[in-house]
């Protein structure tokens, strides 16, 4: 380890990851934060392309005023160094603590005693006939298209499926101007009146009156207990079916209606991204979909590294903002340096608050299995190896593949570029729906030695 090696690596430049920097750097300990993206922000705080010259950066945001001061102030801390548009390929454990081997802006390795994984969560989409279309996208690409490229997904868009970013984006396309048609979403009205007790928190509950009084202004429907189960074109989008579901997300006979559209953005949750943590150790389990995890103070089971943010179970942005001040605190005491207690003490109050809300959310948003009789058999399951429906199914009604890995090495499902990060919640689904028991093997589709794409010549 070289003498310019920071104290501290920081692996996720969103909520999360830069308050655990700033708390830490603040501490004095040296901070070097890596991320994928060109600017920090994460997916929440995406800032537009410089190219746009956008006046008012801030339009599609909450919380940009306080994301831009923390910005601004890691930028001017001279024991904090920013790595954007460099992805960290492996990691790996030492003596010293915790090597990080990337590609990109920079190319290398990167070694620290200590970490923190700020890494997030892939988007979840179920399949259905028609969702490889062009024309159809994740509500999430939707949002980096407007707030980052200032793009509008289609003419005529439907918004359809799970989840808490339906509404946000929804709102975001009708203050851009697009002709937003319907949105749909799959929840039954009950849910939401079972989890209201938890789901108490008065600033969100603020934020979900403001997207949908702009819903009402531009006169959209908002749909509950309704999904796009099909969608089809001519080489795109052209039509998209609707249904009327019951409470485990089948389709009630009668109900399906086929309008006209050009986009269809959908998103059924998000499955947190855990692959660099089980790389080096971490322990990862619960759900499903598996998390890291974690302690109250946010330590991992591996001594120095500390996980946060959607990586320890999909909370939203405030939760992780409070998981990174603690993480960022106890990292820096663990490395040797005096912290506030008070600081560590209020972050681990809003962790807890935060997490009551996210506890009744995860209850809310959790995926029924109806979803697969929307599929047909040459309905694909995974994008990246052409894996329809009917051949997954065959593999572990006909094959016993009753384990992740054995529907892999059967099928293909999760060989391809993703490597799973798309079709791995579904055949975890398919195998838990067909065995009547969730795969002995939650994390064998996460499990890899290398994170991401990487060139032989970095090899």
Known sequence: MSTTDPDLLVVGGGPGGMQAAWEAA???????IVDASPQLGGQYLRRPAA????TRP??????????????????????VRLVTGTRVWSAQRHAGGVRLHVMGGVDGVLDAPALVLATGATERVVPFPGWDLPGVLTVGGTQALLKWQGVRPGHRVVVAGAGPLLLPVASALVRTGTNLIEVCDATHPRRWLAAGLRLASPGKAAEAVEYLRHLAVARVPLRTRTAAIRADGDGRVEQVTLAHLDEDWRVVP????TIDADALCTSHGFVPA???????GCEVGGGPPPVAVVDVQQRTNVDGVFSVGELTGVAGAEAATA??????LVAARTLGYAIDRDRL?????????????AAGLRRLTKVPGGWVSWLEDDTIVCRCEDVPYARVRDAIRELGAHDLRS?????????????????????????????????PDPTALSTRPIATPVRLGTL
Not at 274 to 280: G, M, P
């Open 254 to 257: 009668g109900t399906l209606r």
């Open 407 to 439: 529907v892999k090495m059967t099928t293909r499902c999760g060989m391809g570029l993703c490597q799973a990060r798309v079709c791995g919640a579904t055949i975890t689904d398919l195998v838990a729906l067909e065995t009547g028991a969730p795969p």
């Open 58 to 79: 801030g339009a599609l945001h909450h919380g940009w005023v306080a994301a831009e001061r923390r910005y601004e102030q890691l930028n001017a801390l001279d024991n």
């Open 274 to 280: 855990v692959e660099l943590a089980a790389t080096l």
């Open 323 to 328: 998981e990174g001040g603690v993480a960022g």
């Open 345 to 357: 003490l209020a972050h681990g109050r809003r962790r807890a608050r935060e997490h009551r809300f």
């Open 26 to 32: 603040r501490a004095g300990a040296s901070v070097t």
């Open 51 to 54: 190219a746009l010259h956008a």
